[in-house]
Nanobody
Framework: VQLQACGGGLVEAGGSLRLSCAASGNTLSSYTTGWFRQAPGKEREFVAAIRWSSSTSYADSVKGRFTISRDNAKNTVTLQMTSLRPEDTAVYYC??????????????????WGEGTLVTVSS
């Protein structure tokens, strides 16, 4: 499956952004789809994931502020981000794989990655 992420940009703290991950070559409903982010000088970290069953998982740092969802008709996964903070600034990546509940927070569980989209939150 090929992935294309978009929707990043510059936003003030407290603002919102909506990231989309469009897939081709296969249906995302067959995979676990995750969002990861990498800030300058830091390791890539898990943000959120949605399984084939539509169950979701979030990093503690974004729980209550970010929402991941999937549109099967459009074959896209969306990350709605609200109450953004400067520490959310990073390149955001979407990924798809056969991750299970116990592994979906690990980047190694995903073997399909899109190019990143930059999110910058100003204070």
């Amino acid at each position: 499956v090929q992935l294309q992420a978009c929707g990043g940009g510059l936003v003030e703290a407290g603002g919102s952004l909506r990231l989309s991950c469009a897939a081709s070559g296969n249906t995302l409903s067959s995979y676990t789809t995750g969002w990861f982010r990498q800030a300058p000088g830091k390791e890539r970290e898990f943000v959120a994931a949605i399984r084939w069953s539509s169950s979701t998982s979030y990093a503690d740092s974004v729980k209550g502020r970010f929402t991941i969802s999937r549109d099967n008709a459009k074959n896209t996964v969306t990350l709605q981000m609200t109450s953004l903070r400067p520490e959310d600034t990073a390149v955001y990546y979407c990924a798809a794989g056969r991750a299970i509940t116990s592994t979906l927070r690990s980047a190694t569980a995903y073997n399909n990655w899109g190019e990143g989209t930059l999110v910058t939150v100003s204070s």
